[in-house]
């Protein structure tokens, strides 16, 4: 029996025993409870659920900020069983998820990529712009997409959006939680979730959560073993001083990884038909990562209203993979490859990547009202300071190739030696920023927002054999307003510029320039069913000077008088102009007490400076609407359902187009209270069996999983 097998049943049969356990003491059945933990609270700081300070840092309700947001709350992700942020991604209006390799994502929003994340509305940029991993949901409260530039938040506007994850605190009262779920592809969950006081006086309280999932998959080859931890303590020292720190480690063993997918198209342009399980990967290949943080908080509150916080983070990220990447088509006739016609099959490159990132990130926020004339305005101020270290090394294998690709079938090569490891990459950067920001209060119905960020990011180090000394500065406006014509509806507008360093390299390997630009947002919200219901509708338009796009790659092929070992595989990208203007429309919240809608629709466009149609490989319209409903008198019996549904897109692979169509995925959910404290569900995801690729960004790809379902048990108590 392998260790992921033991592993699944120890999980299996630990739930197996919390749950009878709970069973055997159940009591007669309760009076329903509110739908998950969301608290319907009307202003809204960092940690309250009608709103969101993601966009400018200021406490603003939904109707007062004047860019597009969307809420997760942790009900949402209980019901549809979003277990990782790519599963609840897919779901929000606005963002779409491509997900190119098996353990490599990219996220996008309003036709450019999403590049900020942040924890705590503290700013975690990911490296390359890509999530390797799954990131677990287990960890989060809620989660906050603001789309539009948010330059004044993150320090780099982007027009794409702000993906603000929002950690789970100590509780002041009792609670626990705890679920286990059987899914396809023996996949075993189990997550643990205790939060509570520590002392008599409640001034001291801690949370604690755990999360095991070990699965097999649809994909040849791969398997996956994360295991979360997080822990968490407060302490109010004073009515006015409060103190929380805390650590979170999250552990991701992945066999049979991807780099790069499977070619789309033969030597002849014909599309390859692959089955939805072949996997360009090898059952050799791997890649762990293991992300462990560490914060700490000192917040105090004057008796004037303003509060001075504190913030102090640290991230040590490691990774540790063996790849293997497929180069070439293959013949139609003969599934050899096109790069080396006296091969076997289509060329292989492989390589084993250690890496390390530590970040230390400091912030000091300071927020409070003034008066002037005659009225009540907010004011925010922030100074943010953060050093990063990047080290990446590679140790190069031998030459192998692929059997011959035919019948939409992938033979893995056998594991090759490899060379011993040479640091390429050692980069430290360091990005200083002040911003601030008023909430303007000019009359009832009148309000304003005007803020400021300046940003100043320096890098040294070398990548590859390059030395970079890079040195960015920028100082960038914000404003806007929201004129409210009613109780119901507002009108909003706002304006800012674009400063977006980034991380790729051109052909020389010599770093891009930071993109800049305009993004223009305005639209109308407004609030229904004694405020249950939110709608929105935003038209938005940005422009981008010399954005990253992918212009080619090095040559794997040892033969190649190009081919450099060091460079071998790697993509290296052009700055060009990039213009995109659309709109949306979004709804979120209650019809009724026990009907529940959260959905949205995106139709855009995304042009070059010749007015030609520019990153195909995104939808231009989007489609989603997930909707749940309540049936309390049946034992609180929840039905629901999820759909999304995207437009075409396209690529190019072996110089020939490749296109997919447009597609819909719907998955279902079902949910019962069977005794007192327990509930039981069950998911189907991609119920008619929708078979698509993941994303088309590159001119490889592999399929989404196919029909799959989940059956959980929850325990409170």
């Known amino acids: 029996m392998t260790a992921r097998r033991l592993s699944t049943l120890l999980i299996t049969a630990s739930a197996a025993a919390l749950i009878s356990a709970a069973v055997a003491h159940a009591e007669a059945p309760a009076e329903p409870a509110a739908d998950g933990d969301a608290k319907e609270v009307v202003v809204i700081g960092k940690r309250v659920i009608k709103g969101s300070a993601g966009a400018t840092g200021l406490d603003l309700s939904l109707r007062e900020t004047p860019q597009s947001v969307t809420i997760v709350t942790a009900a949402q992700i209980k019901d549809f069983a979003l277990t990782d942020a790519n599963q609840l991604l897919n779901t929000l209006p606005g963002i779409n998820v491509e997900a190119d390799e098996t353990d490599r994502t990219y996220y996008n929003s309003r036709g450019f990529d999403i590049l900020n994340f942040q924890v705590d509305g503290v700013g975690q940029p990911l490296d390359w712009g890509l999530q390797v991993g799954a990131l677990d949901t287990v960890l989060f409260e809620r989660i906050d997409a603001i789309r539009g530039a948010t330059g004044m938040l993150t320090g780099t506007g982007n027009p794409s959006a702000v993906i603000n994850y929002i950690r789970k605190r100590p509780t002041k009262n009792f609670q626990a939680d705890v679920t286990a779920s059987y899914a396809s592809w023996n996949n075993a969950r189990l997550t643990a979730d205790v939060s509570g006081p520590l002392n008599e006086d409640g001034t001291v309280a801690g949370r604690f959560v755990y999360a095991r999932n070990v699965s097999d998959s649809y994909l040849d080859y791969y398997s996956t073993d994360r295991s979360v931890y997080y822990g968490v303590l407060s302490w109010d020292i004073t009515p006015k001083l409060k103190a929380t720190a805390g650590y979170s480690q999250q552990d991701n063993d992945v066999d049979g990884a991807s780099w790069g997918a499977l070619p789309l198209n033969f030597t002849d342009g014909t599309p390859v038909n692959y089955s939805v399980n072949a996997n360009s990967a090898a059952p050799w290949t791997y890649w762990n990562t293991h992300d462990h943080q560490t914060f700490g908080e000192l917040s105090y509150a004057f008796d004037n209203g303003w509060t001075v916080k504190g913030i102090y983070t640290r991230k040590s990220y490691n990774e540790d993979a063996k790849l293997l990447y497929p180069w070439g088509n293959p013949d139609a006739t003969t599934g050899l490859s096109d790069s080396d016609p006296d091969s076997v099959g289509v060329y292989g490159y492989t390589a084993i990547y250690p890496s390390i990132l530590k970040q230390d990130m400091f912030d000091v926020i300071a927020s409070g009202d003034v008066s002037l004339f005659g009225r009540e305005h907010q004011l925010i101020f922030g100074v943010n300071s953060t050093h990063s270290s990047t080290y990446k090394w590679e140790a190069n294998g031998d030459a192998l190739y692929y059997s011959a690709i035919l019948g939409g079938t992938v033979a893995a090569p056998a594991e090759p030696s490899y060379s011993d490891a040479v640091l390429q990459e050692q980069i430290k950067t360091d990005t200083t920023r002040a911003y601030g920001a008023i909430h303007l209060n000019f009359t009832d119905k009148l309000k304003g927002v005007v803020g400021f960020n300046a940003v100043n990011l320096k890098s040294v180090g070398a990548s590859y054999g390059v030395a970079e000394n890079r040195s960015e500065d920028k100082i960038s406006p914000y404003v806007g307003a929201i004129y409210d014509i009613n109780t119901n509806v507002s009108l909003y507008a706002s304006y800012s510029d674009i400063f977006n360093p980034q991380s790729t390299y051109d052909y020389n390997r010599q770093r891009l320039d930071a993109a800049q630009g305009k993004s223009y947002e305005a639209g109308i919200k407004s609030e229904w069913f004694d405020k249950r219901l939110y709608a929105t509708a935003a038209y938005f338009k940005s422009e981008q000077y010399g954005l990253s ?45 026990d009907w529940t809608v959260n959905g949205g629709w995106t139709d855009l466009s995304i042009k070059d400076s010749d007015g030609n149609d520019t990153r195909t490989y995104l939808p231009r319209k989007t489609f989603k609407l997930s909707t749940t409903y309540g049936i309390p008198q049946l034992r609180d019996l929840k039905l629901g359902a999820a759909w999304r549904w995207q437009s075409e897109v396209s690529t190019t692979s072996a110089g020939y187009p490749f296109s997919q169509d447009a597609y819909s995925v719907v998955d279902l959910m079902a949910s019962l209270r069977l005794a007192d404290h327990i509930r039981a569900s069950l998911n189907i995801k991609n119920a008619f069996d929708q078979k698509y690729f993941g994303g088309l960004q590159w001119d490889q790809a592999f399929y989404a999983a196919p029909t799959s379902y989940t059956l959980t048990l929850d325990y409170t108590f």
């Open 549 to 593: 796009e992918y212009a080619g790659q090095y040559t794997t092929d040892p033969e190649d008088p190009d081919y450099n070992a060091a460079l071998a595989g790697q993509y290296y990208y052009a700055g060009i102009d990039t213009f995109v203007e659309g709109y949306e429309l979004e709804v979120a919240g209650k019809i009724t007490p």
